[in-house]
């Protein structure tokens, strides 16, 4: 049996259980045991997991899983909860702070206690007005790679019924997320590894998201990296301004801020809430 204590975190929306290596030593955790630690039924429940190392260079590394097990992506909401969790757990000093994951150097910043700021490396993977055939129909889709893959979708480019073109979604609650996300994941062109799907609904103050997430396999109540490939997209398509206001499933504010650069886009930052949700013990 494996014992460890955890605290758990909510970043707009998405929930994390989160191991600190730390007090939890010598301590394995393997896919199989995030799939039942991540379970909402028999186990704590959660979007993913997060364990966070002690770093020689930096102040910490994060270790980051889906609830299916698979790792290897970033996850901005994830980044913001592990940001959070180095500050109550005193490594670092001040509002900046230093982190890796997936080998990669990353940097965040304590905005006040309930919000926290996540700096993500220059996109530069960008695909815009490509058809996907999905729900019937073929939908124009963007791509956006942020560290995790992103298609988004304008919920006005999606017939509401293959056989009527003029019927489009206008309210982006009644769209079917979960059906339309699993079948453009689970596309040949994007094989082996699937991508996220991000439904949008912009207006003049703000842009509504919905999101389905691969790894959960389902609709999820926000999604950062998401969040970020969305607000990139109102830029590049729909001549929106950063820094751009997101409203997630959750109801939570997202903001996202970048600037243009000369062949990819620089100096994005993703700001939202994160709160603890709890702390505990778990047995597996």
Known sequence: MKTFRYIKLNGAGNDFV???????????????????ICDRNNGIGADGLIIIKDDKVSDFEMIYYNADGSTGSLCGNGARCAIKYAQISNRIEGN????????????GEIINDKVIKFYLQPVSE???????KAFGQLINSYYVDTGSPHVIININDILIN???????????????????????????????????????????????IRSFERGVEGETLACGTGSVAAAIIAKLVYKKNAPIKLITKSNAELIVNFEMGNN????????????????GQYSI
């Open 126 to 132: 960008i695909k815009i007005n490509f058809k996907l």
């Open 264 to 279: 990819e886009i620089v100096n994005v930052s993703l700001t939202g809430p994160v709160e603890i949700e709890k702390e």
């Open 96 to 107: 900046t702070v230093q982190f890796s994951s997936n080998k990669i150097e990353y940097s």
């Open 18 to 36: 989160l191991i600190d290596e730390k007090i939890n030593q010598n301590l394995l955790i393997t896919p199989s045991d995030v799939t039942r």
């Open 162 to 208: 293959s056989k009527n073109p003029k019927a489009v979604f206008e309210d982006i609650q009644l769209v079917p997320v979960d059906k339309i996300g699993r079948e453009i994941r689970n596309l040949p062109e994007f094989r082996p590894n699937g991508t996220n799907v991000n439904f949008i609904d912009i207006n003049e103050t703000h842009i509504k």
